[in-house]
């Protein structure tokens, strides 16, 4: 069986790295666009096809920072209870109390 071959991560600055070269490849498209220089429609292709690639990056980054940002974050050891947890065993316990002390 194959072993899965993994990139590297994006950071957050890799992401506006991204980002930031997606503006400048629009920008250049636009001169590109108000020229009449002979070899234009060809770098506008090329342009376009590494904006494409640059997009399709970003696309997978945001994807995981989502599914990351989704994800509750952990206790800060394993046996700590959450205030969640801490709030329902009060409520159970609570209730299990009252229901002693009634009769």
């Given at each position: 069986?194959?072993?899965?071959?993994?990139?590297?991560?994006?950071?957050?600055?890799?992401?506006?790295?991204?980002?930031?070269?997606?503006?400048?490849?629009?920008?250049l498209?636009?001169?590109?666009?108000g020229?009449?220089?002979?070899?234009?429609?060809?770098?506008?292709?090329?342009?376009?096809?590494?904006?494409?690639?640059?997009?399709e990056?970003?696309?997978?980054?945001?994807?995981?920072?989502?599914?990351s940002?989704?994800?509750?974050?952990?206790?800060?050891?394993?046996?700590?209870?959450?205030?969640?947890?801490?709030?329902?065993?009060?409520?159970?316990?609570?209730?299990?109390?009252?229901?002693?002390?009634?009769?």
């Amino acid at each position: 069986m194959g072993v899965r071959i993994r990139g590297p991560r994006l950071s957050q600055g890799d992401v506006k790295q991204l980002m930031l070269s997606h503006s400048k490849l629009v920008a250049l498209d636009r001169t590109l666009n108000g020229t009449n220089w002979a070899g234009r429609d060809a770098c506008r292709i090329l342009v376009g096809e590494v904006d494409v690639f640059i997009c399709e990056l970003y696309n997978k980054a945001e994807r995981a920072m989502m599914r990351s940002a989704e994800a509750p974050a952990p206790a800060s050891s394993p046996g700590e209870a959450t205030e969640q947890t801490r709030a329902a065993a009060e409520e159970y316990l609570g209730g299990i109390g009252k229901k002693l002390e009634e009769p």
